[in-house]
C-alpha cells in the first residue's frame, strides 16, 4: 500500500476524512450484524484489529462487502485485497489508492424507512455539482456543527464534502445534548441536523447567539419548529428535499414556500413525476420522483407525500401505512409503525407498537391486537408479529428504523 496517496484527489479524499465516514459506516454496520460487540469494543477505532470484533467468517465478509460497495472498491480491483486486511486503517489506505486511482462514483444504502433497504450509486461528478451550489450559499460559514453520520448520503454531502470544500472545520456534535449544541453555537455556524435533532434542542428556551444557519434534511420539518428556530435567534434555516436516490432536489428557507429546483434539475413536460438532471457537459439524465408533488410552476414545487409504499404479498397489493392507521384505532395504542419482513414466499408484514396510557397490560396488548386485527383486516393484510415498546425505532437521522421481530 502507498502511504501517502496522491495530492490530486479531490479535497475531502483525507485519512482523517475517511476514517470518521468508515467509522461511522462499520458502526451502522456492527448495529445491524451484531450489536453485542458495540458493547464490548465502544469506539469504533481504525487501529481497531479486525479480529478482536468477535465477528463470524460470514458477517465479517458481510462487513467488507459493504465497505466495498460504498466506497466502490470493485471498480479499481481493490476489492480482492478487503479480506485481507488487519486492521480497519488498511481500509482506510486501501480507500484512499482506490480514489487516486478511479474516483467516479459512490454508494449509499436507504434507510429501509419504506422498504427494504437499496443501494443507490451516485456519480461523484453529481455529488460534487451539488456541493459546488451550497458552497455558494453557505460562504460565509465559519465551521460546520454536524448531529449525522457520514456514510449517509446527507452526512457524505454536508460533513464530509462541504466542509473540505469550503475549506472550515467541521465538528462532530453528536455525542452532546441537542441543546447544549445550540446554545454552545458561535456566529458563522451551520448546524447540520434534522427535525427530530433540532426539536430536541428547542425544548429548552435560550438565546442562540447571532449568525447561526441551520440545515435541516431527510424528514419534512414542521412548520412549528422553523418558528421556534427563529424565535431563538436562528439567522437562517434552510431545509433541503431529495433522498438516497436522488441525492438534492429543491431548497427553502421558509417554512410554507415551495422547494426552488436546484439549477441542474428541471420538469419533465407532460410527466409531472419525472425530473431530468443536466450535467457539467449537458447530458440530460432522467429521474423518478420519490414523492408525490405539485408543481406551482417549472422551478418550485410542493412535496405531497411519498408515494403509495405498496408492497405485493402473495401476488396481492398491501399497504403498511392502511394497517397502522387501524392499529392506531385501537384504544390502547399511542403510535404504530408497520414494515415489510422477510422475503419472497415468507414475506409478511411485521409491527411496532406504543401503548397509550389507557392499556393495562402491555404485555397482552400483542394478543388483543391479533384479535382487534382480525376482525378488520384480510389475512395477508394481518402482521405476523407485533413488538411494543415504550418509544417507536428510529435512525441516527431521526428516521423509522427496522427492528427484530422479537424483542429482548
Known amino acids: ?67 466495498v460497495v460504498q466506497f466502490r472498491l470493485d471498480e479499481t480491483g481493490y476489492d480482492a485485497q478487503v479480506v485481507n486486511c488487519r486492521c480497519l486503517e488498511d481500509w482506510v489506505e486501501l480507500i484512499l489508492e482506490s480514489r487516486a486511482a478511479r474516483d467516479e462514483s459512490m454508494g449509499f444504502l436507504t434507510s429501509g424507512s419504506t422498504g427494504q433497504p437499496k443501494l443507490c450509486l451516485h456519480r461523484m461528478a453529481f455529488l460534487e455539482q ?84 441551520a440545515l435541516t434534511s431527510t ?60 450535467d457539467a457537459a449537458g447530458t440530460v439524465y432522467p429521474w423518478a420522483l420519490p414523492d408525490q408533488v405539485l408543481w406551482t410552476d417549472d422551478r418550485h414545487l410542493k412535496v405531497l407525500g411519498r408515494r403509495d409504499g405498496a408492497v405485493q404479498i402473495g401476488g396481492i397489493n398491501v399497504y403498511p401505512e392502511r394497517v397502522a392507521a387501524c392499529l392506531r384505532e385501537h384504544p390502547e395504542v399511542a403510535e404504530a409503525l408497520v414494515r415489510p419482513a422477510g422475503q419472497g414466499a415468507n414475506l409478511a408484514l411485521k409491527a411496532f407498537v406504543v401503548p397509550s396510557a389507557s392499556c393495562p397490560d402491555p404485555h397482552q396488548l400483542p394478543e388483543r391486537l391479533h384479535l382487534w386485527l382480525t376482525e378488520r383486516l384480510p389475512p395477508l393484510e394481518r402482521p405476523r408479529s407485533i413488538r411494543v415498546g415504550s418509544a417507536l425505532p428510529q435512525s441516527s437521522l431521526g428516521k423509522p428504523a427496522d427492528w427484530d421481530e422479537e424483542g429482548p
Open 130 to 213: 451539488e456541493i459546488e451550489y451550497f458552497a455558494g450559499l453557505f460562504a460565509d460559514r465559519r465551521r460546520i456543527l454536524s448531529a449525522v453520520p457520514r456514510h449517509h448520503i446527507y452526512g457524505f454531502l454536508f460533513a464530509f464534502m462541504l466542509p473540505a470544500r469550503l475549506g472550515i472545520p467541521a465538528v462532530d456534535v453528536r455525542q452532546v445534548l441537542p441543546g447544549a449544541v445550540l446554545r454552545q453555537a458561535l456566529p458563522g455556524d451551520l448546524i447540520i441536523g434534522y427535525p427530530a435533532f433540532f426539536e430536541l434542542a428547542c425544548r429548552v428556551p435560550f438565546k442562540l447567539t447571532e449568525e447561526v444557519v
Open 1 to 67: 500500500m502507498n502511504p501517502n496517496p496522491p495530492s490530486a484527489l479531490r479535497p475531502w479524499w483525507t485519512r482523517e476524512g475517511v476514517r470518521a465516514v468508515l467509522a461511522d459506516l462499520v458502526r451502522a454496520e456492527l448495529e445491524r450484524l451484531d450489536p453485542l460487540v458495540l458493547n464490548r469494543i465502544g469506539v469504533v477505532d481504525p487501529r481497531l484489529d479486525l479480529a478482536d470484533l468477535g465477528l463470524s467468517s460470514l458477517a465479517l465478509i458481510d462487513l467488507a462487502t459493504t465497505v
Open 219 to 278: 424528514s419534512p420539518c414542521p412548520a412549528e419548529l422553523w418558528r421556534v428556530l427563529a424565535e431563538l435567534g436562528c439567522a437562517r434555516i434552510v431545509e433541503i428535499y431529495g433522498s438516497s436516490e436522488t441525492a438534492g432536489i429543491g431548497w427553502r428557507d421558509q417554512p410554507q414556500a415551495e422547494f426552488q429546483l436546484l439549477p441542474y434539475w428541471s420538469r419533465v413536460p407532460d410527466a409531472p413525476d419525472h425530473l431530468q438532471r443536466r
